[in-house]
């Protein structure tokens, strides 16, 4: 665990994000134009979105780590300039505010939102004005991952690995979907809540639209699908090898996601194991998998920690974004008054977007344990160890040794 770290640094509203990968291996083809911006654009789109994402126009500047097109092995840093940024220099600027300056232009905040975290924040690090808290607090950040994620996904991709999602729910709104299309992002792309099922998106969209108009906010449920996986990644010999663990954890990282499910999840803990576990079957020709799979795929994906060859199948709940132009009560951390909620301009919906973050987080946690098992210096030294590897899966055969 380890190979690949990322951090990502930035406010809202400040100068711009920037974005560190390490670990990615030399000799990998990286352009920003064809491999991080066309992510980046996704991560911006989604029904629901507020007036910021007009303003932007996410593109990742490279700073290090590339030379010629091919990556060196160094740290990969990349910046996304905030062209909202121009809007706020005096309320974001570096330098303390100037003796004569309008307090109102600092655009300070003193009224906690209920369920951000605004007043965990300013408790924690001892701020009165809640937009110390609330620029870096803010989903922006998920550009910079989305940077790291895009690396990530040109890496596992060189080995026949894709990372897509889909929104399974809006609200009450739930999608019907019966068989996974062979390119998901290609069709989930296609409409503006990034769902499958044509027939739910107007109802979404009629949804999100409903909230809008009272004031209010919707969350959902996104999946995220990765395919062309070996067996073999991850761990079950010790917690913090286990690859269900370490996603839970990275989609759970993302704002505003309270629940995360590997394949049947909470509703398999209601079903009996006869209608819950997954025959195993010979297959040939399967050798990523070492030439047996499962007849069915309840499990996601993953067994024992460890992934098992089949379709990995990860599920985010996300609650409703938490800025309500139907205020909340809260209270005013100037003078402990009763007060209602501040309101910023912000989302009604991101459920579509956070999905486009949840495949990114997957992605960087499957290049992680994919090195884990393959890890090498150079892109040639990880394919001859993971070529070695599916051929001896292709030739180990049965019987005992
Ligand atoms: C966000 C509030 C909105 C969103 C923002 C997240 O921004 P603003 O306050 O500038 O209107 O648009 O999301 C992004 C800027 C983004 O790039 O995703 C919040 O409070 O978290």
């Not at 400040?14 to 920003?32: D, K, N, V, Y």
């Not at 940024?85 to 600092?106: F, G, I, Q, R, Y």
């Not at 803010?138 to 991709?157: N, Q, Y």
Request: proline residues 5%.
């Amino acid at each position: 665990m380890g190979r690949i770290s990322f951090s990502t640094a930035g406010e809202s509203h400040g100068r711009g994000l920037t974005a560190l990968i390490e670990g990615i291996p030399a000799g990998l083809s990286l352009e920003m134009k064809r491999d991080v911006d066309p992510e980046l654009e996704r991560r911006q789109g989604g029904y629901g979105r507020g007036r910021r994402m007009q303003i932007e126009s996410d593109r990742a500047e490279l700073l290090s780590g590339v030379r010629l097109g091919e990556t060196l092995g160094s740290p990969i840093s990349m910046l996304i300039w905030n062209r909202d940024w121009e809007n706020w220099t005096t309320a974001m600027s570096h330098l303390p505010p100037t003796e004569d300056a309008n307090p109102k232009a600092l655009r300070p905040h003193y009224l906690p939102r209920p369920g951000h975290a605004d007043l965990v924040g300013a408790l924690k690090y001892d701020r009165r004005d809640v937009r110390d808290i609330l620029e870096r607090a803010s989903a922006r950040e998920t550009a910079a991952r989305v940077a790291c994620a895009a690396v990530a996904k040109r890496f596992l991709s060189e080995f026949g690995i894709r990372v897509e999602s889909h929104v399974a729910s809006i609200g009450p709104v739930d999608a019907q979907v019966v068989e996974l299309p062979e390119d998901i992002n290609e069709v989930a792309d296609r409409n503006p809540v990034r769902c499958l099922d044509e027939g739910a998106v107007t109802r979404m969209i009629a949804e999100i639209d409903g909230a809008k108009e009272k004031g209010d906010t919707l969350g959902g449920v996104f999946e995220v699908v990765a395919l062309g996986l070996p067996v073999g990644l991850g761990s079950y010999v010790s917690w913090d090898l286990k690859l269900d663990g370490r996603l839970a954890r990275a989609v759970m990282s993302v704002h505003a996601v309270k629940g995360v499910e590997i394949g049947l999840g909470f509703e398999g803990a209601r079903r009996p194991g006869s209608r819950v576990h997954d025959p195993i079957v010979r297959a040939e020709g399967r050798s990523r998998s070492g030439g047996i799979v499962r007849a069915s795929n309840r499990a996601g994906g993953l067994e024992g920690g460890v992934t098992t060859g089949e379709p990995l199948l990860v599920r985010g709940a996300m609650k409703p974004i938490s800025t309500l132009r139907k205020r909340l009560p809260s209270v005013d951390l100037r003078d402990g008054s009763d007060g209602d909620a501040a309101v910023e301009r912000s989302d009604v919906c991101a459920v579509p977007a956070a999905a486009v973050v949840a495949e990114g987080m997957v992605a960087l946690t499957l290049a992680d344990a994919f090195l884990d098992k393959f890890g090498g210096d150079s892109l040639s030294e990880v394919r001859r160890n993971f070529d070695g590897y599916i051929l001896h899966l292709k030739e180990r055969g049965f019987g005992e040794r």
